[in-house]
C-alpha cells in the first residue's frame, strides 16, 4: 500500500510541476499588469472590463475541467489542494511587489474573497486556511488608517498569520500611509 501512495505522490507532484505551477505562474503573474493606483473612473472602468480574478477563476476553472474526467475524486481534491497552494503562494509573492492606494485594496479584498469562494466551491474541503495570509495582506491593505491595525493584529480572536515586521512590510504598500505611521506600529 505504501508503494502505492508514494506512486500517487509522485504523479501528483509531476502534475503540479508539469502542468499546475507553470500556468499558475503565467496567470497570476498577470496581476503585476494592472494599475494599482486608481481613481473613482478607473474604478468604474475596472468594474466593467472584467477585473485580474474573473480571467484567473476561468483560466482555473478551464484547467480543473480539462483534469476532473480523468483523476479519481481522491485525486482531484487533491489536484484542487495543490493548485490552491499553488495560486496562494504566486499571489502573495505578486502582490507584495506592488504598491497599492485605498480604492484598489478594496478591490484586493473582493478579488481574494472572489478566489477563495470560488476554490471553495469546487472541492469538498476547506480552503479558508490556505487563504489565511492572503486575506490578512488584504485586510492591512484595505484599512482606512494605519492606526486600525492595532486592533486587527492585536484581536484574539483570530489566528493572525503574519508577524510585526510582515505587517509593517504590508502597510508600507500603502502610498498614502505615512513611513512615521507605520514605524509607530506595534502590531
Not at 484542487?80 to 485605498?102: D, H, M, P, Q, Y
Not at 507605520?182 to 502590531?187: A, C, D, E, M, V
Request: net charge neutral; proline share 3%; aromatic share 8%.
Amino acid at each position: 500500500m505504501s508503494i502505492l501512495r508514494a506512486v500517487n505522490d509522485y504523479a501528483l507532484e509531476q502534475l503540479r510541476v508539469s502542468a499546475v505551477k507553470p500556468r499558475v505562474t503565467l496567470w497570476v503573474d498577470a496581476f503585476l499588469s494592472v494599475h494599482h493606483h486608481m481613481n473613482e473612473d478607473d474604478l468604474l472602468r475596472n468594474e466593467t472590463d472584467g477585473p485580474f480574478v474573473q480571467s484567473l477563476i476561468m483560466n482555473l476553472e478551464f484547467l480543473l475541467q480539462s483534469f476532473k474526467g480523468s483523476l479519481t475524486a481522491p485525486n482531484y481534491d487533491a489536484l484542487i489542494g495543490l493548485l490552491t497552494a499553488e495560486v496562494t503562494a504566486r499571489l502573495e509573492k505578486v502582490v507584495l511587489k506592488s504598491t497599492f492606494n485605498r480604492a484598489v485594496d478594496l478591490i484586493l479584498d473582493k478579488e481574494v474573497r472572489s478566489l477563495a469562494s470560488y476554490l471553495a466551491a469546487v472541492t469538498s474541503w476547506s480552503v479558508r486556511d490556505k487563504f489565511a495570509r492572503l486575506t490578512q495582506i488584504a485586510t492591512i491593505l484595505s484599512v482606512e488608517k494605519v492606526e486600525e491595525l492595532v486592533n486587527y493584529c492585536g484581536a484574539d480572536a483570530i489566528a493572525w498569520r503574519l508577524t510585526p515586521a510582515e505587517v509593517r512590510r504590508i502597510a508600507s504598500m500603502r502610498i498614502d500611509f505615512r513611513p512615521e505611521d507605520i514605524k509607530r506600529l506595534t502590531p
